[in-house]
């Protein structure tokens, strides 16, 4: 009777059970429930399928059709004259990216004839994305600060589309109307220029994703 009894508790469990199981653990793709699954299926493997099921989409911001197009650029540089040198590497690094951006040059872009205060805001208005180069010149310059003034009234609240980079500038001396923004702090130059690039990638692409979503 006892022996009986021992074999009944150590009986294996059905393959209908085991099936089930195996059917669940293989149907999540929680990090959690990567840990349930045999011991010969390498890390690699898991994070491979983990990601494979995220429903995160890469969006195709140059697409025709797409939102991006409905301005004329995609970032307008607010700069002052000394730092034209410095600005003109940076908007060559932006159009030279496979993205091919499109920027707004006050020297390059702007109407000749046509009045400076109509250039800055209309660069203001056909642009995604505002570029704020602020260094010691672009605080001694009144244009300057008069552009900041349009990007900010064009759009307060519009997360992204307002990029401060400061240059030479202490902590102090951060214009008081962008201290709700995060700023990049330019050292390095080629670092610097890769946050702006994918600040502005990141702006489009939510832009792109929230035009198409609001189609369906």
């Known amino acids: 009777m006892a022996g ?12 209908s059970v085991e099936s089930s199981l195996n059917t669940s653990c293989s149907a999540s793709s929680s990090p959690s429930s990567s840990s349930a699954e045999s011991s010969d299926s390498s890390p690699s493997m898991s994070l491979t399928r983990s990601v494979c099921l995220s429903p995160v989409s890469v969006v195709d911001i140059s697409a025709s059709g ?8 995609d ?7 000394v730092d034209l040198e410095l600005v003109e590497e940076l908007v060559s690094y932006l159009e030279g990216q496979p993205e091919s951006f499109r920027c707004f040059l006050q020297l ?24 704020m180069l602020i260094t010691p010149g672009f605080l001694q310059d009144p244009w300057c600060k008069y552009q900041m003034h349009q990007a900010l009234a064009e759009a307060p609240m519009a997360n992204g589309r307002t990029i401060p980079v400061l240059k030479d500038v202490d902590r102090k001396d951060y214009p008081k109307e962008l201290r709700n923004l995060y700023y990049i702090y330019m050292a390095l130059k080629e670092k610097s220029f890769k946050q702006i690039r994918d600040t502005v990638v990141r702006y489009l692409q939510n832009l792109c994703r929230s035009s198409t979503s609001g189609m369906e």
């Open 4 to 15: 009986w009894f021992r074999r009944l508790l150590h009986k294996p469990k059905p393959r």
């Open 108 to 131: 390059r872009d702007a109407t000749p004839g046509s009045a400076v205060v109509t250039e800055l805001c209309d660069a203001v208005q056909n642009s995604h994305c505002w570029v």
């Open 75 to 81: 970032v307008c540089i607010c700069h002052s004259e």
């Open 66 to 73: 797409s939102a991006r197009w409905a301005k004329s650029y």
